[in-house]
């Protein structure tokens, strides 16, 4: 099985977003027994707290829930604990980076650089877009699936 964790800032709009989109497409592709998906903040504001109104407004329009989840911050175990560490852009893997101390095993990555576009994801806690967030996201996730089942895992 194959553990992933996306990372944000907060985690209460973008990673838990791209922990819950990843989850439904290897549902709905018979893969969900592959992978285990989870995700965290690099910072302390918002923990405990649910996912954004935003993000669970978004993610209802496609059927999927975000019940139950509340932002976790990120630790230095998590470096042994998941294959893919995945931030939402270059600051969080700033953050990330300054938590776990390093990475020598090559599995800290943004998300978007799964794609042929790779990029920041832009935090809609500060823009508003929760579409756009939704469909960067989306792509992130496309690419990082497919990624995996070419590498066979």
């Not at 918002?46 to 407004?57: A, K, Y």
């Not at 470096?79 to 969080?92: D, F, H, S, T, V």
């Amino acid at each position: 099985m194959t553990k992933i964790l996306f990372v944000c800032l907060g985690n209460i709009c973008r990673s838990p977003m791209a922990e819950f989109v990843f989850r439904d497409m290897v549902q709905k592709q018979g893969l969900g027994d592959r992978f285990s998906v989870a995700s965290a903040a690099t910072s302390t504001e918002e923990l405990g707290n649910p996912v954004h109104p935003g993000t669970q407004r978004r993610l209802a329009r496609e059927g999927i829930s975000t019940r139950g989840k509340t932002a976790v911050q990120l630790t230095r175990r998590d470096y042994q604990r998941y294959a893919y560490l995945i931030g939402m852009e270059q600051r969080n893997l700033s953050g990330m980076l300054r938590i776990l101390g390093s990475d020598p095993a090559g599995k800290v990555h943004r998300l978007l650089d799964f794609t042929d576009r790779p990029r920041d994801i832009a935090d809609p806690w500060y823009t508003g877009d929760f579409d756009r967030t939704y469909d960067d996201v989306v792509e992130g996730c496309r690419g990082l699936l497919a990624h995996l089942l070419e590498e066979g895992r």
